[in-house]
C-alpha cells in the first residue's frame, strides 16, 4: 500500500504529565519537538503529504495520533482509547478524516480499542487484547474487518507486560516481512511469513514503519538496520528518544492512509 497522507500532532507543552511506563525519565519538549518535525520531514520527503491536527494542550498524550483511529482504503474507525484521559483527543481526528473518507465508523462504548493495538498484514488484521484494548473493542473491530473481507486474529497480549500496545512488538513491513520483538507471543496466524526477530537490546526498535519503500527505524539500533539492509530494504533511522520515555515510538506518531 502506498500512502498518500498522514495525520500528526506535535508534542503539547504539558508532553511530560502524559502516560508512562517508562523508567528513563521526563522528556525534553524542545527535543521532541525537533524529533517530530523530522519524522513528519521525514513523511513528506517520502512522498505524503503531512496535515498537522490542532494543538491539543489539555491532552499531553495527544501526539500519539495513531491510537486514535484505523485507516483502511475505503473506510476509518474512530477508536475509544483505553485510558479514559485520552478519549477526549478523537474529537479533532474524526472531522479530519471525514474529509477523506465518506465512510466513518466508530468503536461504541463498552469497547475500548487503542490503533496502536492493530497490526494490518495483506488481507490479516491482527488486534490485540491488551490493558488498552478490551475484548469488547477487539471484537467491534473483527466484525468490521471480516465485513470489509479482512481476516481477523485477536491475540491477548496482556501477559506479556513489556508491550503497551501490539505494535510495541509486532510490526508488519510488507513483501512478507515481520519485525517482531524478542518478547512477542507466538502467533500461529503470520506463521506463513518472514519473521525478523531482534535480540532483546534491541526490542524498541520492533516498533518500525514501512512507508512507500522505506523502513524508518529508531536511531540507535544498527544490527536491525544492518538485517534489514541485509534483506534488500532501504531503512532511515530517526531519533525517537523523548517519545521512548512516553512510551510511543514510529508508528505511533501519525496517523496514514
Known amino acids: 500500500m502506498r500512502y498518500t497522507h498522514a495525520l500528526v500532532r506535535r508534542p503539547c507543552a504539558r508532553f511530560a504529565s502524559g502516560l508512562t511506563q517508562s523508567t528513563e525519565g521526563p522528556p525534553d519538549l524542545v ?3 525537533a524529533q517530530h518535525a523530522a519524522y513528519c520531514g521525514a513523511l513528506t520527503e517520502l512522498g505524503i503529504e ?3 491536527l490542532p494543538d491539543a494542550p489539555d491532552h499531553p498524550d495527544g501526539t500519539f495520533v495513531e491510537d486514535t483511529a484505523l485507516c483502511f482504503k475505503e473506510f476509518c474507525v474512530i477508536a475509544r482509547p483505553g485510558a479514559p484521559s485520552r478519549r477526549g483527543e478523537c474529537a479533532s481526528v474524526a472531522p479530519a478524516l471525514q474529509r477523506h473518507y465518506r465512510r466513518v465508523l466508530n468503536i461504541e462504548e463498552p469497547g475500548t480499542l487503542d490503533g496502536g493495538d492493530v497490526c494490518l498484514a495483506e488481507d490479516l488484521l491482527l488486534i490485540g487484547h491488551s490493558a488498552r484494548t478490551n475484548e469488547a473493542g477487539a471484537r467491534q473491530l473483527a466484525d468490521i474487518a471480516r465485513a470489509a473481507g479482512l481476516k481477523p486474529h485477536i491475540i491477548d497480549i496482556r501477559a506479556s507486560r513489556a508491550l503497551l500496545h501490539l505494535k ?3 510490526n508488519y513491513l510488507g513483501e512478507g516481512l515481520f519485525l517482531l520483538s524478542s518478547n512477542a507471543p507466538a502467533i500461529p496466524a503470520i506463521e506463513r511469513f518472514e519473521h525478523l526477530v531482534p535480540d532483546a537490546a534491541e526490542d524498541y526498535a ?3 514503519l ?3 519503500g522505506t523502513v524508518l527505524i529508531a536511531a540507535g539500533y544498527p544490527r536491525i538496520g ?3 539492509a541485509a534483506r534488500g530494504r532501504r531503512t532511515q533511522p530517526l531519533d525517537t528518544s523523548e517519545f521512548r520515555k512516553m512510551d510511543g515510538g514510529l508508528t ?3 496517523l496514514r492512509f
Do not use: D, K, Q
Open 31 to 33: 527535543r521532541a519537538l
Open 50 to 52: 503531512v496535515t498537522p
Open 168 to 170: 510495541s512488538g509486532i
Open 206 to 208: 520492533a516498533n518500525a
Open 210 to 212: 514501512a512507508v512507500n
Open 226 to 228: 544492518a538485517a534489514l
Open 252 to 254: 505511533c506518531l501519525s
